[in-house]
């Protein structure tokens, strides 16, 4: 079964300006290490999410690489400081192409 | 009866397939480092201290499918005075790498989180280097139990 | 890990004294597998952030308002905002379907309801559709106490239901009533063996990396006796399903509950 890219993503509900807000973002993938071997003795063939990043318009908040130890379903927690409002931009990465992006705009008071 | 029943190796040997603790052909197993030898590398000859840089983990963890974890250096991540990389190995998954993470000026703490695999009882490391070039690290050991019933 | 290292492994973790009870009652013995858990996976659990089962909830909450079926409705142009219209429902359930004369559970309501109401055809089982659905419905019952219904015609299917739980099966020659009822708290292979009150499907389990059904769940009991599980549309199941449900009558719904 294909995993649909889809993605949970969590703010806080009161942003203040300068303050460091916490931003906590799950993406739904399985993240097979292709040395797990299905009901039927085969290997299920590696498909894993590598890249992770997160920018604040053009500025970047943090970029993550991620290797096979990270649990499926990948769940990130990083902090955001915005001076200002703005765009949240978040993008996925991973094996055979896969892309998952998503934006959320923020007005900090 | 008193005895608990005797389960067999096989199905708890499937449930540490299940995670990655499945031998493989030697082929695909050649490059890789050990922890030690992951350290040296991204040291690049320059000290390693131990310190600023703290890996939150459970010591005793029950299911090693999904561990949750933080790592954060308490630094003010302002233009000179902050944080350029954060790096997790692990000692005994099939690979060493868990996650590296670089902070931009946006970032508000120099701290992640995550959920991890671990396939066994083993150390954790996590490194960071400052924007002054100093290099810092945290070990943490774990114990990991396996799960008992598993599906085949 | 050699077998020296697993048998010792097995014998340390079974000289670790049972989990303390942690604000179980004296009068009402029953414990969540939630209890069970370590605090990292509790917190997975309770906080709807961290809890990878709100992907396929969210996906339910698209699908409630999503037109289907010939009739082009969808669940929300009958029954409004899940919030308020189901409230409760996840907690009376198995349950008497009038309709079609037979024992009935949420994922079986629903799916009727899709054929009668919307003219969609019928999802596969564990089909992630279904699945997300199932969770967001049943989520709406989380935290209210399970209400199986006072229902003769119940009867017959929870007396099957708990024949099967206190009857040896496998290679194993376990009944599930052995582990679940006679060993809950000791420890198999370094888990704690919880008391198996299905109040949290369809649940995320780690073992899975994904959110499941009761039964995939009861079926993998089954291969881990080294039972032969029953196929896929068998009786079996509801009536199990109907007996647990009856076994846990007042716990907490936890929907969409975390699990090893």
Redesign the interface.
Known sequence: ?VE?A???I?LPETLRKGQ???V?V?L?H??E?G???D?FGNMVPRSLVTHFEC??DE????????????????????????DAPGTLAFEWLGDKGFVHRETRAIAPA | MSALPRLGRRPLLAAAALLCLQTRPAKAVSATLSLQQMVDRWAGGQPVREGKVRLHIAELVENGNAVPITVRVDSPMSATDRVQEIIVFNERNPQRDVLRASFGPASGRAEVSTRIRLATSQQLVALARLADGSQWSHRVDVIVTLAACIES | MSAKTWCAALLLAALVPALAASGADAADPRRSGLDFMSPALQALQRDDRLNPAMLWVQDGAALWRTPAGTAATSCADCHGEARQSMAGVAAHYPAWDAISGQPINLAGRIQRCRQRHQQASTWPNEHADLLALDAYVAMQSRGLPLAPPDDARLAPLRAQGQALWQQRLGQLNLACQHCHDQRAGQRLGGAAIPQGHATGYPAYRLEWQGLGSLQRRLRGCLVGVRAQPFTSDAPEWLALEAYLALRAKGMAVETPAVRP
């Open positions: 079964m649909r889809r993605s949970l969590h460091p807000f916490e906590r799950t739904g399985p993240m290490n040395l797990r071997p009901g920018k604040l500025q970047k908040v943090c970029s993550i690489d991620l290797h096979p130890a990270i649990a499926a379903n990948p769940y990130l927690s990083f902090w955001v400081r915005a």
